[in-house]
């Protein structure tokens, strides 16, 4: 037992010495939607590299962290190398040494560097970039898959996934920049395996495909647009539809037609902040030409949820109207995901819980700028029993799979074609027989619960 002990520590030594941070450098790089993003670099003592980008999202709440950028003309000001300069010449001094195995450590480090306020003089761009590569790295140097370093032995949820159908903001001439907002979704949920799931969401969108170029002329491609998870979405322009409701009618058409009623729905980010207007409370050009009071947008979200199969509503109403969110949870009886209103950060998470605001959080590690950060706002949403929903709209790539894996996520935004679906596909085949797929009792709401044992189904 001594000489087994003994070669346990040697082991414990030499693991521990390969996972010590030798280097750590950034770059700026192009993001998938062709801007700025910060790239970070951590390389280990065994040789093992992490590489991780950080970029702003299409839409950007007011309580996100502060991103750091250039200014100026060059890159319409958006270029960050003021960020990559903050990696190279202060962040990547102090981590060198630390253990990279050590997240809590290394990204607290980095928070704290130079006294308070740090994350606002280095750039949560910096900070979210060397964080995740750090985690990367670490997960390397391991020799373990990314979702197996971020959850262990009990990461083995595979979550509810979606592709993207419609896109576009301008279509009822509202003359204001709404992000390419509301963007709806067909999500498979009542399946056994993610695989089969993917598999019946392929048969509607080829269905989906067919219908939008014979009904409004357009072609899609399949093939990643803006980023990596939301791809296929159609654009339409102004005079097209006359309301979403059409819109609505054709992807219900379209369930039934591949006989899924009850086994598919429909996923939508709305974004609704980018339509509200504070100075009159009201909202306008939001499926439609009519605006909308307060009372009337939470009306319109119950009808939605009523009368259409939607499953997952996220950001229904502004970013700061906990109560409306809290109401439309109630009422809905359906998924609400708060994005801007929560922005990942575990004190307006934990606002939202007070007030039964939403049932589930978007996650976007680079809204709070660290991954324990954002960890620590996970362990809060699981504790009071929200879901999270994980979203790679930050350059998080392909890492958004492990991520979600990782925490066992139950949905997650789009994902279930390309090179998401395919390494999804790749953790289902590693878990072998512990795989697991969300299904249906992984949706938030009332509506998928039973009745009798209050319990998901």
Same mark, same amino acid.
Not at 399 to 415: F, K, L, M, P, Q
């Given at each position: ?13 030499q693991?521990?010495k ?18 700025p ?31 750091e ?16 300069h903050?990696?190279? @010449? ?40 060397? *964080? ?6 670490? *997960? ?7 979702y197996?370093?971020?959850g ?13 159908? &419609? ?5 009822? *001439? ?10 709806? *979704? ?26 939008v ?28 539809? @006359? /309301? ?17 009623e ?33 009372d ?6 119950e ?10 509503? @996220? ?12 109401i ?8 609400? &995901? ?10 307006? &998470? ?6 039964? /605001? ?17 960890? @620590?706002m ?16 930050r ?9 979600? &894996? ?41 509506r ?7 319990v998901?189904?």
């Open positions: 037992r001594k000489e087994s002990s003994a070669a346990s520590d040697v082991y414990k030594r693991n521990m390969g996972t010590i941070i030798r280097q750590v450098y950034a770059r700026q790089v192009f993001s998938g939607r062709g801007h993003a910060v790239e970070a670099t951590v390389v280990t003592e065994n040789g093992a590299v992490g590489t991780a980008q950080c970029t702003a999202g299409m839409s950007i709440g007011t309580h996100e962290i502060h991103f950028y250039d200014g100026g003309t060059k890159w319409r000001g958006v270029g960050v190398m003021n960020a990559v903050a990696v190279n @010449e202060q962040i990547a001094p102090a981590l060198l040494g630390m253990d990279a195995t050590r997240q809590f450590e290394i990204d607290h480090t980095m928070i704290n560097l130079g006294g308070p306020g740090a994350k606002l003089r280095l750039g949560g761009n910096a900070v979210g970039a060397v *964080s995740a590569a750090v985690l990367k790295a670490a *997960s390397e140097a391991l020799h373990i898959p990314l197996q370093h971020i262990g032995a009990r990461a083995v949820t595979l979550p509810c996934a979606a592709f993207g159908a &419609v896109t576009g903001s301008n279509r009822y *001439s509202a003359g204001i920049a709404a992000a390419t907002k509301p963007t709806y *979704s067909f999500i498979a949920y009542d399946f056994p395996t993610f695989s089969e799931a993917c598999y019946a969401l392929w048969r509607v969108a080829t269905r989906w495909d067919t219908f170029q014979n009904r409004w002329g357009f072609k899609n491609s399949r093939q990643p647009s803006d980023f990596y998870t939301c791809t296929g979405f159609v654009c339409i322009p102004p005079g097209v539809v @006359e /309301s979403d409701r059409e819109i609505w009618d054709h992807m219900a058409e379209m369930i039934a037609q591949c006989g899924y009850g086994k598919m729905g429909f996923q939508v980010d709305m974004a609704a902040d980018t339509y509200y207007e504070k100075d009159t409370d009201t909202y306008f050009g939001l499926f439609n030409s009519i605006r909308r009071s307060r009337e947008q939470i009306g319109m979200c009808e939605m949820a009523r009368e259409y199969p939607f499953v997952i509503m @996220e950001d229904p109403l502004n970013e700061n109207d906990f109560e409306g969110h809290a439309l949870a109630e009422k809905t009886g359906i998924q609400i &995901v708060g994005d801007d209103l929560f922005s990942t950060n575990t004190e307006r &998470v934990l606002c939202g819980i007070r007030q039964k /605001s939403c049932n589930t959080v978007l996650l976007k590690v680079n809204q709070i700028g660290t991954i324990t950060e954002s960890l @620590e996970i362990e809060l949403a699981n504790q009071c029993g929200y879901g999270v929903m994980p979203c790679s709209s350059g998080e790539s392909i890492d958004i799979c492990d991520y979600s &894996v990782g925490i066992n996520a139950t949905t997650i935004r789009e994902s279930c074609f390309g090179t998401p679906a395919n390494r999804f596909l790749q953790i289902e085949r590693e878990l072998g027989s512990r795989a697991r797929f969300a299904g249906k009792r992984g949706l938030k709401g009332a998928f619960h039973s009745e009798k044992s209050g998901s189904i």
